[in-house]
């Protein structure tokens, strides 16, 4: 795992900020799909204080450990893969996932969660694991984890609609208290 004040890490998450969340304090504007114009999003970060190089840009691309960010087929264009708290379609199909799917999260938000479901709060879609070792490690980013199962099967059977990222993380709506057990 890289350290926070690896320039790596710092570029990530600089880049998750304004493809996230406030494109807009760098003076950018996300295109349908979240897209945006690698040379606009290089030229944003200098006038902002943070030049930034092609070179650069591409390494953490390639080496994110989420995978947090994609380059169009043409690598003119860039996006965050999901996580949007901005208003953006990130144009994905629907998909159907696999029976199970889990959740990541801490004994402190557990009660919410077991009386109202899994909500999305500041983001679009709730975010959701294919593996319990990937949940594991998005529950312990704020503690110990608890892992959360979701019986993704019936809620499809139910008419909910789901998504998958670029990265593979699965997205939906909510999940109601119904479909969630604790591992």
Excluded: C
């Amino acid at each position: 795992m890289k350290h926070q004040d690896d320039p790596g890490t710092q570029l990530s998450r600089r880049l998750s900020y304004h493809l996230r969340h406030r494109p807009d304090a760098i003076g950018i504007s996300l295109e349908p799909g979240g897209w945006v114009d690698v040379e606009t999003l290089l030229a944003a970060l200098a006038a902002h204080g943070r030049a930034v190089t092609r070179a650069e840009l591409a390494a953490v691309v390639a080496t994110n450990d989420k995978q947090r960010f994609t380059f169009d087929e043409t690598g003119t264009r860039i996006r965050a893969n999901q996580g949007h708290s901005v208003a953006v379609d990130l144009e994905l199909a629907p998909d159907i996932p696999p029976e199970v799917l889990y959740h990541g999260t801490v004994a402190a938000a557990l009660p919410a969660i077991l009386r109202e479901g899994l909500r999305p709060m500041r983001r679009h879609h709730v975010h959701l694991s294919a593996d319990q070792a990937t949940a594991q490690v998005v529950g312990a980013r704020r503690g110990k984890p608890i892992i959360l199962l979701i019986d993704a099967a019936e809620m499809q059977a139910a008419g909910f609609t789901f998504y998958r990222s670029a990265n593979g993380v699965w997205l939906v709506d909510h999940v109601p208290p119904v479909y969630l057990r604790q591992a």
